[in-house]
């Protein structure tokens, strides 16, 4: 069974700024928030700001304090003025999209023209247009609606946002054919004719399409109608546990689609959900298999195996004793940190990565002890080898375990290391550094091969890091962590991937030619490549999101060490 996930499902722009907007607001300030209206139309979004003490208010009332954000939708003008008024700080989070239909409404309603809004009058946006189009203003529906309007003299044609495109070519083409004086305006977002679009196109490819949203959300409504207008079956839901799997079981190709405010965590759960249950091996070995990858996964064992694989990969370059001390050191320790990282992370795996946040709060004693007992051993072999690097360890030992503890002096600004912007993949990246390349220099003293074999640990952790942190960010934001993406963007992020990627290659190609390091260079330097290359895929939605992602980028560390076992 294939499922694939289309590339416009999720946050739109508009529905990404509002949230962004409300969280950081949040994040920033103890002061009451609030926001005026739902932010959008989806229930898990708008159950998780009442979880962070952000309600919604219909009413205004005659005092307010602190901060109010206008709903993603828009509102009246004279809503905005009594906000305001009333005595709020007022934040517009307005789709931009929509705020281009409203200084078109107002412009003309200001010149004497009447406004025609093709649209549902019940919904928010259309009631916010209306209040800029004054008594001139009108909503209509359907075609008949809009052909059982009197004449205007000056009128202009404007549609919802999320308006049906076809609905709108066929306005579209009755105004021209019985009011060509009439001026219409193409104001249907270019995401929702995308999206519409692409929903269209798998509905014809594939044998079923899952549609995820809000059932408020008329764009959500619209994707599953224009999916079942192709005939094929469709499935409009809000969360996964609404879907009978059973009526997916003869599928062997199914859509997953999203509405414009449907957040990845949810589109995320469908999927794994859906590949869990329907997308199991046939084979019989791959289906026994499986389980046990989940589990080296989710309990970090598998990036454990990858740090001690590059620990071989860099001793290989150095051209350093092949001790398996040093990988047994790696994969302790790293494997002690990451547990411990994630004990303290449920909050914000409970959105990106749900299935490792019930394990670890399912296994929570389990996983302390596997925690301490890992670190425990980890020093234990350093002790054994060199005293320089026991004390190394322990001190990193020691700042992992006091990461999310409240230990700065209140002068910082900052209570925990982690509240730091980035600390999180800075300290990651360098953790990992020492363990592969400095402790197994230090136990056998090398030169400056050390600094090519360093870049390239470190270049391939970084890209690693910072890229499940673009993954991640909506989790994150929700939690308060001010992650490299959260705090320099997602594009500049993912272009810095690319740029570390391409020195941590050339660094070992041109270490290799000069004979700083071994001629295993000659190979190891492709692996950089391959990891460029699968978070290339990714963008283009060639892996699922979740567990086969996952697997592919953690298994570039353990392609590192048996490159260097071969080679």
């Not at 103890?30 to 309600?55: A, D, S």
């Not at 409970?350 to 980890?378: Q, T």
């Not at 409240?406 to 020492?434: C, Q």
Request: positive net charge; hydrophobic residues 45%; glycine residues 8%.
């Amino acid at each position: 069974m294939k499922i694939t996930i289309a590339r416009t499902a999720g946050f739109c722009m508009g529905v990404r700024r509002a949230v962004d907007l409300v969280l950081d607001a949040s994040n920033a300030t103890k002061e009451r928030i609030c926001t005026y209206g739902p932010l959008i139309h989806n229930p898990q979004v708008l159950e998780m700001l009442e979880k962070k003490g952000i309600p919604s208010i219909n009413t205004i009332p005659e005092k307010g304090e602190g901060t109010v954000l206008i709903r993603a939708h828009g509102v009246p003008p004279q809503d905005k003025r009594q906000l305001e008024l009333a005595g709020f700080k007022v934040i517009d989070a307005t789709c931009p999209r929509v705020i281009r239909v409203q200084t078109i409404i107002k412009k003309h309603t200001d010149q004497g023209y009447a406004s025609i809004i093709l649209g549902d009058r019940d919904h928010p946006e259309v009631k916010g247009l209306l209040g800029y189009a004054g008594k001139g203003g009108v909503a209509v529906s359907s075609l008949a609606a809009l052909e059982k309007l009197p004449s205007f003299d000056r009128a202009i044609i404007v549609a919802q946002t999320t308006q049906d495109t076809h609905l709108f070519e066929q306005v579209k083409v009755w105004a021209q054919e019985n009011h060509p004086e009439y001026k219409v305006f193409d104001t249907i977002c270019d995401s929702t004719e995308k999206r519409q679009a692409e929903t269209r196109k798998m509905a014809q490819i594939c044998d079923a399409v899952v549609v995820v949203g809000g059932r408020e959300s008329g764009n959500t409504r619209r994707l599953a109608q224009v999916a079942r207008d192709t005939g094929k079956p469709a499935f409009h839901i809000e969360d996964v546990s609404e879907l009978d799997i059973k009526e997916l079981a003869g599928a062997k190709h199914i859509a997953i689609t999203a509405g414009a405010s449907t957040p990845n965590w949810i589109i995320n759960k469908t999927c794994r959900t859906l590949e869990n249950q329907l997308g199991k091996p046939r084979n019989f070995l791959l289906a026994k298999l499986r389980p046990l990858v989940l589990v080296l996964l989710r309990t970090n064992l598998l990036i454990s195996l990858g740090a001690g694989c590059l620990t071989f990969a860099c001793a290989t370059l150095q051209g350093v004793d092949h001790s398996l001390s040093h990988s047994a050191t790696a994969m302790l320790y790293i494997l002690s940190m990451q547990v411990i990282n994630n004990l303290f992370s449920i909050k914000s795996d409970l959105y990106n990565n749900p299935d490792r946040a019930m394990l670890y709060m399912a296994h929570r004693p389990l996983l302390i002890a596997l925690a301490l007992v890992s670190g425990s051993a980890g020093l234990f072999l350093t002790f054994a080898t060199s005293l320089t690097s026991f004390a190394i360890l322990l001190v990193m030992s020691l700042l992992g375990l006091s990461y999310n503890l409240k230990i700065l002096p209140t002068t910082t600004g900052f209570k925990r290391i982690k509240d730091i912007p980035a600390s999180r993949t800075l300290l990651i990246t360098a953790a990992w550094g020492t363990v592969t390349c400095i402790l197994p220099a230090i136990s056998t003293p090398t030169g400056m091969e050390v600094v090519p074999a360093l870049v390239f640990s470190m270049g391939l952790v970084l890209a690693r890091t910072a890229f499940f942190d673009v993954l991640q960010m909506q989790g994150d934001r929700i939690t308060g962590k001010e992650t490299l993406p959260i705090l320099v963007g997602e594009q500049k992020t993912l272009s810095l991937i690319t740029w570390v990627l391409a020195v941590t290659f050339l660094s070992t190609l041109v270490s290799t030619l000069v004979g700083l390091i071994t001629p295993s260079g000659f190979v190891l330097m492709l692996v950089p490549i391959s990891m460029g290359y699968a978070i290339h895929l990714s963008k283009k939605d060639f892996f699922l999101p979740g567990t086969q992602l996952e697997i592919v980028i953690e298994s570039q560390f353990i392609i590192a060490g048996i490159v260097s076992l071969l080679f």
